[in-house]
């Protein structure tokens, strides 16, 4: 089963990725500089309040910034995993069920046709066409919107979010830790708010959301935890 799923979904592979599995990598992408820029910018924040100690806070915002980033990473590698071993079952029982029950899948296929529109005789001819070129492209896409052998790629996901969760993260770390003294606190402010406002705009488009709810929502959170951040440190 295991090999004639592999001998398939290789037919099916294409050199380069589908839309879905570009925009899963850049959505881990987003979502990792979001979180970058939050935790960092909190433990910054929350040190800078309670010490003037340069080192120390550099220290700690970069520590956060890399436990950040590993973080990120592997809840991605092990999200995106679970949804390709997801899909990969999927097709091992649609390959099964093309074997012990063809008439039901390829009624299946007639139903989706039919829910389009499509006459009963026409969506027959259809299903029927498709089956005998591709039956088990044809029921996995019909059924569960999968492209066979697309599955989406733990690893690019992981390393985006890596990337981008430390990329985010650098933003108020150098803000914080170079920037002259005067302009240190309103310098960090500055850069998370415009960051967060891009990653907010990245967000809405990528999602086919509301720019503008996307980006104030971003800011109202930035503000807020940079806010809850500053007190904090400042019980210290």
Not at 101 to 125: C, H, I, K, N, P
């Amino acid at each position: 089963m295991a090999e004639n799923e592999a001998i398939v979904a290789k037919k099916h592979q294409k050199e380069h990725q589908t839309m879905d599995e570009k925009l899963n990598t850049l959505r881990a992408g987003v979502l990792g500089s979001n979180d970058g820029i939050l935790t960092v910018v909190g433990v910054l924040f929350s040190v800078a309040a309670a010490t003037t100690n340069q080192f120390t806070i550099f220290i700690a915002g970069l520590s956060d910034l890399l436990a950040c980033a590993f973080s990120m990473a592997s809840g991605e590698y092990a999200s995106v995993s679970t949804q390709k071993d997801t899909e990969k079952s999927v097709v091992h029982k649609e390959m099964a069920l093309l074997k012990s029950d063809f008439e039901g899948e390829l009624q299946a296929v007639q139903a989706f046709y039919q829910q389009r529109g499509v006459s009963a005789e026409t969506s027959m001819a259809i299903a029927k066409d498709l089956l005998s070129k591709d039956a088990l492209g044809t029921v996995v896409s019909v059924k569960y919107d999968i492209k066979l052998g697309h599955y989406m790629n733990p690893w690019n996901a992981a390393f985006s979010s890596l990337f981008s969760a430390s990329a985010g993260g650098v933003f108020p770390l150098v803000a914080m830790t170079f920037l002259p003294n005067a302009w240190q606190w309103p310098g960090t402010i500055i850069a998370v708010l415009l960051s967060v406002t891009l990653t907010g705009f990245l967000s809405a488009k990528l999602g086919h959301g509301l720019v503008k709810t996307a980006i104030i929502r971003n800011v109202i959170v930035g503000i807020i935890t940079m806010f809850i951040h500053y007190y904090v440190g400042q019980l210290f």
